[in-house]
């Protein structure tokens, strides 16, 4: 790996800096550590060419915030949000707003890991990770009403049991619905599905109400 891999952690708490850092370091990359969203946004212009492992709370500025003001400032290096279970609608959020990926704390080190290499890959290729919207069509195509209803949901941000009461069906449907249509979309983490929902333009209100239970 090229010691030109920068990859940029952006996060309050000095043991998630150490702790990430201390891994990303032994994988065979260069890490640069910001203590807040302010920090970062200030030092950006000067900063080394990489991606960056952005957390979502933060005080003074948050993650969102953060991306915002670097979209604002024309700053393109692919960002992965670090976020709390609890702030999984935020991450989905995030990734519309064209986030790569997001990693739960605690993290486990394959999974950091291989979001960080798939921030890299749209950097390397931007043209092979833009959604082709016709191909993303095609692919939810293959799911039942009701699968397309869930992911319809995982879209907008709304947790299981949320989706749940909106269809009627118990949480555990919820699961299992949500198991098969990630078979069939051919993807193994819940990101990529969200990348196909969102090139597809599930979680816009011009889809609400498109589809009708099985």
């Avoid at 990859?7 to 640069?32: C, M, N, P, Q, T």
């Avoid at 790569?100 to 290499?117: Q, R, S």
Wanted: net charge negative; charged share 25%.
């Amino acid at each position: 790996m090229s010691d030109r891999r920068t990859v940029h952690i952006v996060d309050d708490e000095a043991a998630i800096r150490r702790s990430a850092g201390f891994l990303l370091k032994k994988s065979g990359y260069r890490v640069e550590a910001w203590a807040s969203g302010v920090d970062f946004l200030k030092g950006v212009r000067h900063a080394t060419d990489g991606c960056i492992l952005l957390d979502v709370r933060m005080p003074v500025i948050d993650g969102l915030e953060v991306q915002q003001a670097l979209v604002d400032q024309g700053v393109t290096m692919p960002i992965v949000l670090l976020t709390g279970h609890a702030d999984v609608g935020i991450a989905v959020r995030a990734m519309k707003a064209g986030a790569v990926d997001f990693v739960e704390k605690p993290f486990d080190m394959a999974v950091l890991l291989g979001a960080i290499e798939t921030a890299f890959a749209r950097l390397d290729d931007q043209e092979r990770y833009a959604a082709s919207a016709q191909e993303a069509a095609l692919v939810i195509a293959s799911l039942t009403p009701r699968e397309r209803e869930v992911l319809e949901g995982l879209a907008r941000g709304l947790p299981n049991k949320t989706i749940a009461f909106d269809l009627d069906i118990s949480a555990r449907t919820v699961e299992v619905h949500r198991a098969n249509l990630m078979t069939k979309l051919g993807v193994h983490s819940f990101p990529d599905a969200l990348r196909i929902a969102f090139a597809a333009g599930l979680g816009t209100d011009r889809e609400q109400g498109s589809s009708s239970p099985a």
